[in-house]
Every structure is written in C-alpha cells, then in structure tokens.
C-alpha cells in the first residue's frame, strides 16, 4: 500500500509525468523500426498507378522486392567444403616475375585466399578442405573442422601441405564434398552446407575437366543439395563447366583474369561476406491474381531463382532460398490486365483473396484503395535458422487505380492522362531484358562456347545496338543505367575479342543471381549487389600486402596416398600431432558454449592464442609483416 501511494505521490509531479509518458512513446515508436530491421521484407511497385477503366494491359508489370535485414536476430553457423586444385598447373607462375618481385605460383595465391577464409569464418563455423588433382588426395585433406584456436591451426597445416601435381579431376572431389556434407551428424541439421571451389581449371590430356552430359545428369541431384561457388583462376580454365556447377546448385561463378590473379583472397573475400551473414533461409514468395477482376499472371522474370506460374496463370512462385544480410532482390511479375467499366470498378471495393500460404489479404474498407482495383495478393515465408519454424507473412496487396473517363466541356469524353512510369521498375525490366539477351544469344546459344570468339563479340554488340535503339524513348531516369549498361558490355565484348569467354560467364552468374562476383577482378563486382559485409572483407583482403600474396610453400610428403573418398573424419600430415575425434566425424577443436565467438570480419586476433592482426598464419607459427597495417 505504501509503494502504491508513493508511486501515485511521483507521478503526479508533473515533469516526472511528462517524462514517463516520453519514454513510454519512444518505445513504442521505435519497437515496428526494431523489428523490421530483423525480418525479410516484400514490397510491390506497379508500373503505373493506374490504369484507365476502359483499357486493357497485356503486359503490366509489377516489381516485386525481397530485403532481407541488415542486422538479423541471431547468426546462422555454416559448414563449407573448400574444394582446391592442386593439379600441375597451379605451379605455373601467377604472373611474370620482375626485378623486385620472385615468382609466385598459382597455388601460392590460393593457399594465401583459403587461409584468408580460414581467418574470417567464426569459431562456430566448420571448414573442410579437399584437395585434389588426378583424384581427392587424402593426405592433404581434411575432414569438418570447427574454427577455434585448434582447428584453426590444423586447417592452416593442411593448407602448408599442399603441393600440386598431376591432372585436374573436378567431378570426384565435387562428389567427396557432396559426401563431407551429407555425413554430418549431431548439430549439422542446424547449419548451412557451402561448396567453395578454387580451381585454375587447366584441361590435362584426357580432358577430364570438361562435363559430358551423362556426368551432368551423375552429378544434378547432388548440385540441388549445396550451393557451390566456384572460382576460375587465370584465363586458362573453362567457365562453362563452372558456371553449369554454379546455376544447378543456386551458387555464382567469379573469376580472376591474368592481369588481377593476385586479388584471389579479394574475390573470396566478396564470397565470405555473403556466406558468414546468412539472414535468411528458404525464403519464397507467392502471389495471386484477383480472378473476379480477370487478372492473369503470364510470367515471371525471376534471373536465375526457381518460379512457377499455376493454375492458368492465377498464382505464381519465386523461390529466393538463402538471403544474406542487407542483401535486395528483384523480380518482375508480367500480368495481363483486362478493361472494366465502372459498374466492375466499384464491385472490387472489399473482399478477401489468399495466397498459397494461406495468408489472407483483406482490403474492405481501405479508403485508399476505395476507387482502385486489386491485382494481386502477396504473401511470403522464410526461415531465420534451418530448423526453425517458417515465418508466414501477410504483405500489402497490389492495387493500381481505375481512373474513369473525363467529361470535358462539350460533353465527349477522354482518356484521363496517364503518369510517367515507374523509373525503378523501367531499370529492372531492361536488366532482365539485357541479362535475357545476353545469355540466350551468347551462352544458352553454346555460340561463345566456340572457338570463334570473335564472332561471339560481333554478335554481342549487334545485340547491345538493337536493345539500345528499342530502349532510347523510354524515359523514365534510364539514361544513367544505359550508360553504365553499356560500359559493362563494352567490356564484354572487348574480353570477347581478347579470347577470354570468362567475363561473359561470370556477368551472367551476378545478374541471374543478383549476387556480387569477380568479374576479372573483385574491383569490376557490381556495385548493386554488393552488400556491407562484403565490402568489409573485401577492403581487409586488400591490405593484405603484395609480398604476402606469395605464402612460403612447405614441401609436401612424399609418401602422398591417393583415396577414392575422403571421410568425414579427414586425413592428416604423418607424423602430426592426433586429432581429437568430435561426434560426426568431425575433427578440430570443439568451442564450448560459453566460449567468446569473435565477430565477422574480425581476424584471428580474438582466438586463443591472440595473434597479432599483423601477422600470417602458417604451419609454423606467425611471421610478422614487414609494413604496418592501416
């Protein structure tokens, strides 16, 4: 009774009462901005916001954006498989040696980006290493290690280890990284599976790096399992290979050219930043057509995402899958519209229409939508861990405003006046359109898979001239976006001419997936799809100095055993210290639950043993960098 008439006594003043009541508002203000910043978001933008009763629309376009939040609520762990090349080949020097500079090999600059990775995947991550050439060498191998101080280090050795050799056998260690992944017990239900693969790709004399179509119908099943995110190092490899591994498992192909080989650890940093912030999982989207109004969906302009459209066009789907953090995606849904009168218009002023997740959009009443006409229903779900309940989301439906025709002072009537279109759906219709031209005519056409690359470039740029005449009178804010667009073809037409398909492959992978990639370089990744944690890893990888790009190679045993598969528990150096055995057969350290977790970009300075941030990892120790670090 006396705390009751006490607090009564303080909140009558009237400056405690003012103070209270502030608080109280800031916190309800700011709880919706809180927790849209840890959820995905869906919002629709239509082409026009109206469209006169008396027309129809054959093709309306409206765009479709998932975000993903910037800061989602709790991290995702993950499992990646790096899958390296140690075939021959990658003895062949990086890049001409100079006066000051010694020759660096191409397995020197790979051992630099995977120990880059080995530094930048948090403790409750696992890594795998599979290394292979004529077959997976288990010597130089290793199974899940979880990255604390311990696995680190034993990640790191079979790293040191690695010597190349003989041929390059892509398909075999592929399927070992498929069965690393599959073998996972215990917790690995609740963890993302990823396949990196770093490769130079030079075909030996059998040709074993290319990909029969009985190989590909071998391996489908097993690329719809993981994503895998492959690496071309050098000009010399073959992209188609990469990026067929890359749009069957929803992953992305980078590559490096001669001219930049040495930003190998740039390009994976690009990769990391992405996987290492995973918000999101399983994400997809349903929309569906409002049949009263004789609205149709006709197609889906989804890149390279899984869509469908169903039951004669009142539904579609897009299946986003994995969502990184601060990441946007795009889609552009084709509907057919019809004309309606306004007896049609004002019948539309309430009702209920559901999705295929049983979300029910209800628009009775919505003074807004009073005089307008739905189109769509949208609804989405996703998954904020991989075994977690999926999250069902109802969104704001798609309306456009049915304007009625205008009596003017000689009692006819006239169309109103439509507005201008909507400048950000006009810029993602012509992506999709160019990304259309570009792999139809170039890669799905098998035309610059040729030898006559040349011909492939004249054919790209007659293809740019005919999508830029048809695009010069559309308005809308497109000037800006054509002048970049056709930067990026000149580009590839120029490396087209140079003999190089790889550009061409690697642009398509970006744009089908709206996902940054190396594109000759980390530098030339497009800008859009880059989010914050990629350019965070990707300015750390940069400081790394050229020397270092050139790590010491340690001699690799002799005695090297070659295995059809490589366990789940791995290989080791002979002659190492024994490994603890985890459950799953998964080797390494194992971080206890109230061990520190360092944060993503963060390097090894958090581990156990406090190394320096200025210093490189190796089998051996640290050695410490001759330049500071800014």
């Known amino acids: 009774m006396e705390i009751f008439q006490v607090t009564t006594m303080i909140l009558q003043h009237p400056l405690l009462t003012y103070f209270f009541s502030a608080l109280l508002l800031t916190q309800l203000l700011t709880a919706p901005i809180a927790a849209a910043e840890t959820t995905v978001k869906v919002s629709t933008t239509p082409i026009f916001p109206e469209i006169p009763q008396g027309q129809a629309r054959k093709d309306f376009q409206v765009l479709v954006r998932v975000e993903a939040p910037a800061r989602p609520e709790a991290r995702i762990p993950i499992d990646v498989v790096a899958v390296l090349d140690v075939s021959g080949s990658m003895n062949n020097p990086a890049a001409a040696p100079t006066e000051r500079t010694r020759t660096t090999s191409r397995l020197d600059l790979l051992k630099t980006a995977a120990k880059f990775m080995v530094a930048k995947l948090e403790d409750g991550d696992r890594l795998s290493i599979v290394a292979f050439s004529d077959r997976p060498v288990r010597e130089l191998s290793s199974g899940l290690l979880y990255m604390t101080a311990d696995g680190r280090r034993n990640a790191i050795r079979s790293l040191d280890q690695l010597e190349a050799r003989g ?14 992944l599959d073998g996972r017990q215990g917790d690995g239900g609740d963890r993302l599976g990823f396949i990196v693969l770093l490769t130079d790709g030079a075909e030996d004399a059998s040709g074993s790096f290319t990909l029969s179509e009985r190989r590909r119908e071998v391996i489908r099943g097993a690329l719809r399992k993981y994503p895998v995110h492959a690496f071309g190092l050098g000009t010399a490899h073959g992209p188609e290979v990469l990026l067929y591994l890359a749009q069957e498992s929803r992953g992305t192909y980078s590559f490096v050219d001669g001219d930049n080989v040495g930003e190998v650890a740039g390009a994976l940093a690009v990769c990391l930043g992405g996987l290492t912030t995973v918000a999101a999982v399983d994400t997809r989207v349903v929309l569906r057509a409002d049949e009263l109004n004789g609205v149709r969906v006709d197609r889906v302009d989804s890149g390279g995402h899984d869509s469908s459209v169903s039951c004669g066009g009142t539904s579609c789907e897009v299946s986003v899958g994995v969502l990184y953090a601060g990441e946007a995606k795009h889609f552009v849904v084709h509907l057919h519209v019809p004309a309606i009168t306004a007896t049609a218009s004002a019948s539309t002023e309430g009702g209920y229409y559901c999705d295929g997740l049983g979300v029910c959009d209800h628009y009775r009443h919505h003074r807004h939508h009073r005089h307008g006409q739905h189109l769509l229903a ?26 009625p025709a205008v009596l003017d002072l000689d009692g006819g009537r006239h169309a109103p006046v439509i507005p201008s279109p909507s400048p950000v759906v006009l810029q993602h219709i012509v992506r999709f359109e160019l990304l259309e031209v570009v792999a139809n005519s170039l890669v799905r056409g098998e035309l610059i898979s040729n030898d006559d690359r040349a ?6 740029q007659v293809k740019w001239e005919e999508f830029r005449a048809c695009h010069q009178f559309w308005g809308g804010g497109l000037l800006d976006l054509m002048s970049g667009l056709e930067k990026e073809v000149d580009g590839m037409v120029g490396s087209l001419r140079a003999g190089v398909a790889a550009y061409v492959y690697a642009w398509v992978s970006s744009h089908q997936m709206q996902r940054a990639t190396s594109i ?13 944690a990629m350019r965070l890893l990707l ?49 390494g350290g194992h971080r206890p639950r109230d061990a520190p977790r360092h944060l993503p970009g963060r390097g090894l300075c958090e581990q156990a043993d406090a190394m320096p941030l200025g210093r490189v990892p190796t089998s051996e120790g640290l050695r410490t960098r001759s330049t500071p670090v800014d």
């Open 167 to 180: 041929g390059t056998a892509l398909v075999p260690a592929f399927e070992e990284a498929v069965k690393v």
């Open 539 to 587: 300015e750390e990888a940069r400081k790394l100095p050229r020397w270092q790009q050139a790590a010491t190679t340690t001699a690799a045993p002799t005695n090297v055993q070659y295995a059809g598969c490589v366990g789940g528990g791995g290989g080791g150096r002979r002659g190492a210290a024994p490994r603890r055995r985890l459950p799953g057969g998964v080797a």
């Open 378 to 403: 949208v609804g989405y779900s996703y998954r904020s861990h991989p075994s977690a309940r999926a999250i069902t989301v109802e969104a704001h439906g798609v309306f456009v405003q049915r304007s």
């Open 455 to 460: 011909r492939a470039a004249d054919v790209l």
């Open 520 to 532: 000759g370089s980390p530098d030339k990744a497009a800008v859009e799809f880059l989010t914050p």
